[in-house]
C-alpha cells in the first residue's frame, strides 16, 4: 500500500495545505517519506460537519452493528500485516516485538469494547413504572437510557502508536459508544496514522456506515487542534499527552460559549512506597524489579516509576545499591523522537542539580538514547523543592529517604494526583501500609501491592485516570471498559407512548437488557 500523505476526511483523501510533516527514525534521524501537508480551518470544518451529520445516524445502530464495526476494524488492521510493524517501527524506534504486542493490545481493546456493546449494560436503563393511585400525587413513567454525547475529537499519542493514537482506546471507547470520531493524528508517525486510517476508512464502508463517522487530519501547529476542540459541534475530547498540551486543551474547551470535557491523560511519577519488612527480606529482587520497569521502553510510560518512598536504614541503603548496580549495566535505548530525547536530557540535567545522582546507565551509542539516571534525595529535600515532583518522561527515577514514618506519610501527602501508587510489603507491614491507605485513595486511580506500575490491563476492573494533572477529570478512566462512560449522558423519557421509546426503553425489552425495573435488578 503506497502512503498519500494526505488527509483522510469522511472517506476522501484530501491534500493539506499548511506547513509539512515529516516523520523521523530516531534510530537513524533519517527523514521518511511522504511528507504529510497540514490541514487547516475549512479541513477541521468539513470534518466536523461530516461527522455531526453522521451522529444522528450512528448513534441510534443496532448494538449487533456497533459491534462488528469495532471488530471489522480490528481485522482491518491485521490485515494491514508487517507493512504497519514495519512502519511503526520506523517512526517510533521501537522494538518490533514491542509493536506487535501493541498491535495485539489495539485490537483487543477494540474486540473488548465490541463484547461491551453487545452486553448493552453500559446503557444503564432504568424504569420507574407509573404510579397513576399513589397519594398524594400520582407517578408518572418515567424511563432512562444513556445516549453518546455527539462527535468527539482525539489527539493521537507519542508513546503509543497504536494503541493510544488514531484506532486507540480514546477512539475505540467513543466509537462504541455511538460517537462519530475526528482523529488529529501525532506528528511522529503520520505514516502509521495513515495506515489504521484507511483501515478503519474501509471498515466504515465494509458496514455501510455514514462516511462522517470518522476522520482524520494532520497538523503540525495549533490551529488543527485548537480549531478541533472550538468547533461547537465537538462534544468532548480525548487526549494523551504534556500537561501543557492538556491544560491548553481544557482551556480552549472551557471558553467556548458551549464548554465540553477535556479527558485529558498528563502527568504522573506513580510513587512506589517500600515498607521495612518487604526490604528486609527481599531488598535486592525489589530493586531488580524496579529497575527493569524504570528502563522499560526507555521509561517512555505514562506509568513510569518515577519516584520511590521508603525510610532510611541499612536495608534502604541495600536497595539503592542493589538498584544502583542494575541501572549502571543498563543500555541506552532509542527514545520515540528527537524532541522527546531532547526534553529527558534538560529533565536530568535539572535533577541532578538538586538532587543527588547515584547511577547512570551505559551511554549512548546511537543518536536521541536514553541514559538510565537514578537520583536520591531526603524528605526535606522533596518537601522543599517543587522540581523534584516533575515529570521526566523517561528512564529516570529518584529515591526519597525519609527518616520516620511521619516524613513518609507527609511525602504522600505532599504529592500531585496520580495514575498508580505501588506498596511492596509483607504481613508485617500491614498496620503501616492501612494506615497510608486512605491519602493514597486520595491521589492515585490504581493502587498496587508488590507489583510494578508498567503494563495497564485492558479490562472491565482497569482504571488509568486519577487526580489532576495525572488527568483533568478524576472520575474517569482512559483504559478499560468503563472508558466509554465519558462519551455519555443521561436521558429521561416520561410518559411516552411504547411506539416512541428508544427500543431499549421500550416495555417488553425487546434488545434483552439487564434494566433496574422499578428498584429490582431483572435477571
Known sequence: MNLTGKLLIGGHAITGDRAAIHAINPATNETLAP?????NESHVEQACALAWAAFDSYRETTLEARARFLETIADEIEALGDELIDRTVAESGLPRARIQGERGRTCGQLRTFARTVRAGEWLDVRVDSALPERQPLPRSDLRQRHIPVGPVAVFGASNFPLAFSVAGGDTASAFAAGCPVVVKAHSAHPGTSELVGLAITRAVTKCELPAGVFSLLFGSGREVGISLVNDPRIKAVGFTGSRSGGIALCQAAQARPEPIPVYAEMSSINPVFLFPAALQARADAIAQGYIASLTMGSGQFCTNPGLVIAKQGPDLNRFISAA??????????????????AAYQAGVTDMAAHAQTVARGVEATGPNQCQAHLFTTTAREFLANPAL????????????????????????????????????LDDADLPAARSLLPTLERKAGRL??????????????????????ATSDTRTTSVGTAAIFRFLRPVCYQDFPDSLLPT????????????????????
Open 35 to 39: 511528507a504529510y501537508l497540514g490541514g
Open 324 to 341: 544502583a548496580e542494575v541501572v549502571q549495566r543498563a543500555n541506552a535505548q532509542t527514545m520515540l523522537t528527537p524532541g522527546i530525547f
Open 389 to 424: 515532583q516533575a515529570e521526566n518522561f523517561g528512564s529516570a527515577s529518584i529515591i526519597v529517604q525519609c527518616a520516620d514514618d511521619a516524613e513518609i506519610r507527609q511525602v504522600a501527602e505532599h504529592l500531585e494526583g496520580q495514575l498508580t501508587a505501588t506498596l511492596h
Open 448 to 469: 498496587l501491592v508488590n507489583g510494578w506500575p508498567t503494563g495497564v490491563e485492558v479490562c472491565d476492573a482497569m482504571v488509568h485516570g486519577g487526580p489532576f494533572p
Open 504 to 523: 431499549a426503553l421500550q416495555h417488553g425489552n425487546p434488545v434483552g437488557l439487564r434494566r433496574l425495573v422499578d428498584g429490582q435488578r431483572e435477571v
